[in-house]
DNA sequence: CGTAAAATTGAGCTGTCTCAATCAATGTGG
DNA sequence: CCACATTGATTGAGACAGCTCAATTTTACG
């Protein structure tokens, strides 16, 4: 009962994001405010935290200040699904928007995944996700110019956008700061910029009022390919 | 039978990595020789494959040329945990020097998951340290100037080497170019080349005639952090 | 409404790249 | 076992993508 109550919970939050859009339920929910951090670098979390609402980043933070974003975290999806199989974080989580994240509890989705080969392929397909939008983030990094790697950032999460219907037209809600750009790109902030401004000059994309219009798709995917 | 004999394997290569340095028997086993494409890009595999013996990088190639290495693969290693869950390969498989490999079965892989907790355990941390070294990689990338990263790689070759004991005090055989440590790093073999000709000239780290010699860990490991 | 955060712009700098040449090592066929 | 061919390492000169520093304007928040 339990293991199917979990699956199904797993099933709309992580997998057929439908939950998103009805009304929050579980009773273990967390709310966060905008720029906050939730978890902490190296933090131990007993549970399997999986944001239900809003946005945010999980970002590795260097000694010296320096700062990458690993991932964007949207509506649906785990921290990370290292999570599921050990118990330290090794990124801090902070909130862009208001939101709240649910927690998990961690045995009990194990024995779920065991249950159920649907949670477990489901589970596991989550991980696969993960792991791509890792290795596309390796080559971008470390193979591809500025603008190109924002161009990338951007069609990567319209795509993710668009899969949650949060997509209208060619244009979405985006709540990222240009140094969310930078952090996740390996860019400075100064430099996103004037790609930005040239993205716009050129027609391809606009950026304001924490709106993103697209008016270039093929240029745009194009750019990123 | 067969699950047990799997799940024997599976220690053997992936995680106590101890068959490496006894006599190879399975029938099932691949020999290559070096400089060889084992597995193309967008290649479907029915199996999963894992390093027996030798050296091989797992490359992501762009269509104008570019390629970035996004893993070595060392003995006892899957190629990408990924083909646990899904069949097509994302990368191209290339060896470095001659080696074998071993091809299991997918669905005897998965049963041996599913019968077994420890197995299940074992190859999900597999899967979770493959994730972690992506996630250094990308903070890498994104923020750590070129010495820095060519001091990572050596490490985490050194580390990982160590755990095999190939390593003899503070040297190792080492089978990679310049162009390897360019590939996986970001970076021009030129520029590699400059890295690595201060590094010598520091005397902190010197590869030559195929082996890797680190005269200051400690040094290099600080440039490493 | 004041203050902090974010965006924008400009000037100059540097880490890393490109191009190109040379030299060393490795492998190959005869 | 040699001569050649190929691949890899090294070095230098110059170029440029993206950075730093710094000032200004705009936007957002308490």
């Known amino acids: 009962m339990l293991g199917l109550g979990l699956c199904g919970l797993l099933i709309d939050f992580k997998l057929d994001r439908s939950l998103a859009a009805g009304p929050p339920i579980s009773q273990s929910q967390t709310e966060f405010s905008a720029r906050r951090t939730i978890f902490h670098q190296n933090q131990t979390v007993d549970n399997v935290p999986i944001i239900c609402d809003g946005w945010a980043t999980a970002t590795f933070k260097l000694s010296n200040g320096r700062r990458q974003i690993l991932s964007f975290l949207l509506p649906g999806e785990m921290i990370t699904c290292r999570l599921v199989f050990e118990t330290q974080l090794h990124v801090t989580v902070d909130s862009i928007t208001d939101g709240s994240y649910r927690a998990f509890d961690r045995a009990q989705l194990r024995t779920a995944m065991s249950n159920s080969p649907a949670t477990f392929d489901r589970i596991l397909s989550a991980y696969n996700a993960e792991s791509s939008r890792a ?29 949650l219907n949060k997509t209208d037209g060619n244009s979405v809600e985006f709540p990222l700061r240009q140094s969310h750009i930078a952090d996740a790109t390996g860019l400075t902030t100064v430099y996103v910029n004037k ?31």
């Open 135 to 163: 290795d596309q983030l390796i080559v971008d990094l470390g193979r591809r110019s500025a603008s190109e790697r924002v161009a990338g950032l951007l069609i990567e999460l319209w795509d993710r956008l668009e899969k």
């Open 195 to 225: 790609v930005l401004g040239e993205f716009r000059h050129e027609g391809m994309v606009d950026i304001s009022d924490r709106f993103l219009q697209i008016r270039n798709m093929t240029k745009l995917r194009r750019l990123a390919a």
